[in-house]
């Protein structure tokens, strides 16, 4: 019998890495989202109570895709109700393949035909007939395998809302028909799912949750999903933008951790070990984006990233340029998480004061605790260490990332 | 599936043109393109343009009764001035199609239809 932990760490495995593509090819087979999603879920759910007993399969993503295929032929066969379409395509999808040769699912290079159902499914959950709130719901769980849970404590809101949230869209997609289709108006679907890919990035780089600090396959997934986007449209510069943001992000990921599992501050971060050829490589990158001159927020956003890569030490970085890219970037995106962005850089470029003062003028982020550690940190640096340690406080009450919570903990002393 | 598309725009006061005129026919070529556009792709069900919501009398109905009244149900800036049920092979269709119809300003609805007792 495998030990639990083998089985708990081979699931999440198949869960975060392969679930989604499985997904994707399956609802591209039987053209139903819903069908798929069932029958994925309902694998998953046998791969918990069966392999603790039965051992581990010797490939789970060829496993996963066996089981899922063969339940969504039963929920088919049960579904007396169902689309006339699915039916006419079910023969085809009895043949028994071969579960040793998962040709969609041990294949990681760019031909992979499941990237492209993927790419498909992604731009099915970022339409714009969904709600926003729910696209980026929908393709962190259908694409990116995260669990409601994840996706609730991501997003801050309750798990319950965000069940419902992604019911809804789900049953939209089917009752609206909307398809699963690489659209026609790519340009203007692309800002969807940027926003979607930088926010599933963001989830593995700085995780939500409260069992790992990152998630580098999560990282990787969405680094993935925008290299193919863009060899769908190579001459847009917010795709190229956002793909040179995620590399300088990604060039710093040996020190953003002690030993420990604290998170390790950018201005505190050994910069010799930072990978070096991946900034050249986001340098470029971003160059050849930005000779579009077509500004736009992941542009600005690589723009302050190439800043605070490229200084060879914390005290070079040039942080009056910084504070005007957001400013750029808070017309372009007027958010309050960029408002906070823009009066942590102003804080360092201008003064602690400065900065305290932007930031008790920011509305809405009472409960985000990067505007709690900004402010104590910049409260510490006023000489205000009582304040500062309310700060820590509160940011300690509200943080769930563990890397944060030790760096918080230590901070409140 | 079948979807209703709902059209939606403020009412035109008096700046139609006159039938007849060169400007009308214009007009109505364009109504006449696009209907013929969704009889040749098979997406054509029914649709009709509606007079002047003027012209419209509500009736309030309940167990004891009904009530008739002048008037629409809501005074809204904007009226639904016509509509169509069309077939497509999906909302990207549907929108398509939708958003083809000649009129320069207005807000489009698109419904998928539940059910249909004229059609199997």
């Known amino acids: 019998m495998p030990l639990t932990s083998e089985v708990d760490a081979a699931l999440t495995e198949l869960t975060r890495e392969h679930s989604g593509r499985v997904l994707a090819i399956l609802a591209s087979r039987f053209g139903s989202v819903d ?52 039916l006419a395509s079910a023969p085809e999808l009895m043949l028994d393949e071969d579960p040793t040769t998962p040709t969609h699912l041990v294949d990681d290079t760019h031909d992979d035909p499941a990237i492209d159902e993927q790419l498909r499914l992604m731009f099915l959950c970022c339409h714009p007939a969904i709600r926003q709130d729910a696209q980026v719901a929908l393709t962190l769980r259908l694409v990116g395998g995260l669990t409601t849970e994840e996706i609730a404590a991501a997003f801050l809101v309750p798990t ?38 930088y926010l599933v990035f963001n989830e593995g780089y700085l995780s939500r949750s409260e069992t790992s600090a990152q998630r580098l396959d999560l990282c990787l997934e969405a680094i993935r999903l925008t290299a193919l986007l863009s060899t769908l449209l190579p001459d847009n510069p917010e795709v190229t933008g956002l793909q040179a943001l995620m590399a300088f992000h990604l060039a710093r990921r040996a020190t953003r ?12 971060q050994d910069r010799r070990r930072w990978d070096h050829a991946l900034i050249t490589r986001a340098n470029a990158t971003l160059h050849r984006a930005m000779s579009a001159r077509a500004p736009g927020r992941y542009q600005v956003q690589a723009l302050i990233a190439s800043y605070h890569t490229n200084a060879s030490k914390s005290d070079d970085t040039i942080w009056a340029r910084i504070v005007g890219l957001y400013e750029q970037l808070a017309q372009m995106d007027p958010s309050p998480v960029v408002a906070l962005n823009h009066a942590a850089a102003v804080g360092v ?18 409960d985000y605790h990067l505007l709690h550690t900004t402010r104590a940190e910049l409260l510490e640096r006023a ?15 509200l943080a769930t990332n563990p890397a944060e919570r030790l760096l918080i903990e230590r901070r409140v002393g | 599936m079948d979807y209703m598309i709902l059209l939606h725009s403020e009412e035109a006061d008096g700046d139609m043109p006159a039938p007849g005129s060169p400007e009308f026919e214009a007009m ?16 054509w069900i029914g649709g009709a343009s509606l007079t002047p919501s003027g012209m419209t009398t509500t009736i309030a109905k309940t167990p004891d009764g009904a009530t ?9 800036k904007e ?18 199609l939708a958003t083809a119809v000649p009129m320069p300003h207005c807000n489009i609805e698109v419904r998928p239809i539940a059910f249909r007792p004229d059609a199997d």
């Open chain 1, 383 to 397: 000489d205000r260490s009582d304040d500062a340690r309310d700060a820590w406080r509160r940011a300690a009450e």
């Open chain 1, 35 to 86: 069908l798929a999603d069932d029958a994925v879920q309902d694998a998953l759910v046998r791969a918990h109570d069966h392999w603790p007993a039965e051992g581990i399969p010797n490939n789970p993503p060829a496993w996963l895709m066996t089981v899922a295929r063969r339940r969504a032929i039963d929920l088919l066969r049960r579904a007396e109700s169902a689309d006339r379409r699915l």
């Open chain 2, 28 to 43: 109505m070529g364009e109504w006449m393109a696009y209907n013929q556009r969704l009889i040749d792709g098979g997406h």
């Open chain 2, 68 to 76: 008739v009244t002048d008037g629409p149900f809501m005074e809204t």
């Open chain 2, 79 to 96: 009226v639904m001035g016509g509509y169509y049920v069309i077939s497509a092979a999906d909302l990207d269709e549907a929108i398509e």
């Open chain 1, 160 to 197: 319950p809302t965000l069940a419902q949230r992604i019911s809804r869209a789900k049953a939209k997609i089917r009752d609206a028909a909307i398809p699963l289709a690489i659209p026609d108006d790519l340009d203007t679907r692309v800002d969807v799912l940027l926003s979607t890919l």
């Open chain 1, 257 to 268: 951790f002690t030993t420990d599992g604290e998170l390790v501050l950018l201005a505190d």
């Open chain 1, 349 to 366: 470029a201008g003064g602690p004061t400065e900065g305290l003062a932007l930031i008790d003028g920011i509305e809405g982020l009472d």
